[in-house]
């Protein structure tokens, strides 16, 4: 892979990120209690405790290409269900591979439509 590959893979998880904040909350699938406690968000330094892992199924085909992107999702949804063993894992996902990313990450993950 090519570092520019990189970079425009992790510009894009990023910017993913950043924009979760600026969603409004689906129905059904946020903990309220969390929401309700927090008066801001914040995203601690991955070493720090939290309560829970955002991860964006966000293998683009354009940046894999067609040959490696089907293992990179199943790598994403591997990562998610090893991390969905310790503590609950909040998934960015496109809304036509809402299934796809179901099916790879398993039932512990929450899913959020990103566009």
């Given amino acids: 892979m090519h570092r520019r590959h990189l970079f425009k893979l992790g510009a ?11 969603a409004d909350p689906p129905d059904g699938d946020v903990d309220t209690d ?20 955002w991860m964006a199924f966000g293998a683009s085909a354009e940046i894999w290409g067609k040959r490696l992107n089907r293992k990179v999702q ?3 949804g591997a990562i998610a269900r090893a991390i969905a063993q310790f ?4 998934m960015l996902v496109r809304p036509e591979e809402t ?13 959020y439509p990103s566009h």
């Fill in 12 to 22: 894009a998880t990023a910017g993913a990120v950043m924009l979760t904040a600026c």
């Fill in 99 to 111: 299934e796809l990313a179901r099916q790879l990450a398993g039932p512990a993950s929450s899913w």
């Fill in 34 to 53: 969390v929401v309700n406690d927090s008066t801001s968000w914040r995203m601690p330094d991955e070493g720090e405790p939290h309560l829970r892992t």
């Fill in 87 to 90: 503590e609950p894992v909040s």
């Fill in 74 to 76: 199943q790598n994403l």
